[in-house]
């Protein structure tokens, strides 16, 4: 039985959570007021206006059923109440066309007139509701009373509530502009901080928001600049490096290429070129393609050029997917990967499959594969594993480090896992 989390039904953003965080509270308060003032505060009101109502309209029936006629029973009215009501005689009990005997807080009403007075009542809302017309049968006759509804009701008491509710929606969405300037700061700082590790430039960018936000998006670009400034210094060491080594190189393979040739001599040619492609992955490794400009490419236009380039490598499934994406960088990791594939197996398939947001490569071979255990070891630069995946080919290790490094920096990842060939998969995914 799993346990009750609070995390799983609660918003996953931070616009979220902060937007409930506010909301709540406010909804709480006023279905509580709302609540307290209908329950408690208004029907007390009521309660005690229908009281005071009953009783003056019980003296005016009295007054009326004791009276010789109407003129001298409005003439006490006045004189002992010191009001005026519209009352009169009725020979018939009928009511206008729009009289309703429902109304707001009627029963509060009838529930006053039978406690205290002796009479019977029969209560309409007229005018509207704006005006309530009582009627008490006496000796054949009927006696009516009209009274303006607002003295015998609250009648308009819903406009508190819709006034609170108004000013509460309004203060809502001033929190919730203000909360989603402060989360678009933050957004603006996730991409910038994704582009950046894609090593690409966010324009415009700089830090806003709240002091704690901008202390954030400094400390990225500060990290940036200095991670920028030791790549270009590694790199820039390297590049001369490399290029202090094929001086020597170039000469050496000169001298050989004018000597007699013999099996000596080519085994030594051969050496020197393996040298030379050492040097090319030393440097890319160092650089990173950092110069490179990512552009938008057709992946299954690139997968099939490549594949075609090398002996014993098949394009089984390629749909159509558009990625964004450094095009050399990318030509060389599945150059690799594919050669891997061709170099460690007899057979290597390669397939696209398009997912809802990444692009998966799978690369397969029939291979001696790698154990589970020693599939991480196999991204750290210039391992080679003992085991027979490694045995008798030429390289230096690079080439998994380099291809996850080109996965990581476009936002994707590289996986090992066992192929359906028998050898290794590797599964490259990167997003569309």
Not at 223 to 231: D, I, P, V
Not at 248 to 267: V, Y
Request: with cysteine.
């Amino acid at each position: 039985m799993s346990s009750f989390r609070l995390r799983d039904y609660t918003p996953k953003s931070l616009y979220g959570r902060l937007a409930t965080l506010v909301a709540l509270p406010v909804i709480a308060i006023f279905a509580i007021f709302s609540l307290y003032y209908y329950q408690e505060h208004i029907r007390d009101v009521n309660e005690k206006l229908s009281q005071s109502i009953a009783r003056e309209v019980g003296l005016i029936v009295d007054i009326c059923s004791a009276s010789e006629g109407m003129p001298s029973a409005e003439q006490q009215i006045e004189r002992q109440l010191g009001l005026r009501f519209d009352c009169a005689y009725e020979n018939e009990m009928t009511w206008p066309e729009n009289a309703r005997a429902r109304f707001g807080y009627d029963d509060v009403l009838r529930g006053q007139m039978q406690a205290v007075t002796n009479y019977e009542f029969q209560v309409r809302a007229i005018q509207a509701g704006r005006v309530l017309d009582f009627r008490h049968q006496a000796d054949g006759e009927t006696i009516r009373v009209v009274v303006d509804r607002k003295r015998a009701l609250a009648a308009n008491t819903h406009f508190t509530i819709v006034w609170v509710l108004l000013g509460a929606l309004f203060m809502l969405a001033l929190a919730f502009a203000f909360l989603r300037n402060q989360v678009r700061s933050i957004l603006r700082l996730t991409e910038a901080a994704k582009a950046f590790g894609r090593g690409r430039e966010m324009p415009g960018f700089r830090p806003s928001g709240a002091t704690e936000i901008r202390d954030a998006a400094r400390a990225v670009t500060d990290m940036r600049a200095r991670l920028t400034a030791f790549t270009d210094q590694r790199t820039a060491m390297l590049a001369g490096v490399s290029h202090d080594l094929r001086t020597p190189l170039t000469r050496l393979k000169l001298q050989l290429a004018m000597m007699e040739q013999s099996e000596e001599i080519t085994g030594a040619r051969a050496d020197l070129d393996d040298m030379s492609k050492m040097l090319d992955e030393y440097l890319a490794f160092a650089s990173g393609e950092e110069g490179e400009r990512a552009e938008n490419l057709r992946l299954d236009h690139i997968a099939r050029t490549v594949a075609e380039r090398i002996d014993g490598a098949q394009v089984l499934d390629a749909p159509e997917i558009s990625v964004t994406a450094r095009p050399m960088a990318l030509t060389r990791t599945l150059s690799n990967l594919i050669s891997n594939g061709v170099g460690y197996g007899d057979r290597c398939q390669v397939k696209l499959v398009k997912g809802p947001r990444m692009a998966e490569i799978l690369i397969d071979d029939d291979g001696p594969g790698i154990a589970e255990d020693k599939r991480e070891d196999a991204f750290r630069p210039f391992h080679r594993l003992d085991d027979g995946r490694s045995q008798n080919v030429a390289g230096t290790g690079l080439g998994l480090t380099l291809a996850r490094d080109f996965a990581r920096s476009h936002g994707g990842d590289i996986r090992l896992e066992d192929s359906p060939l028998g050898g290794l998969r590797v599964r490259l995914r990167l997003p569309y």
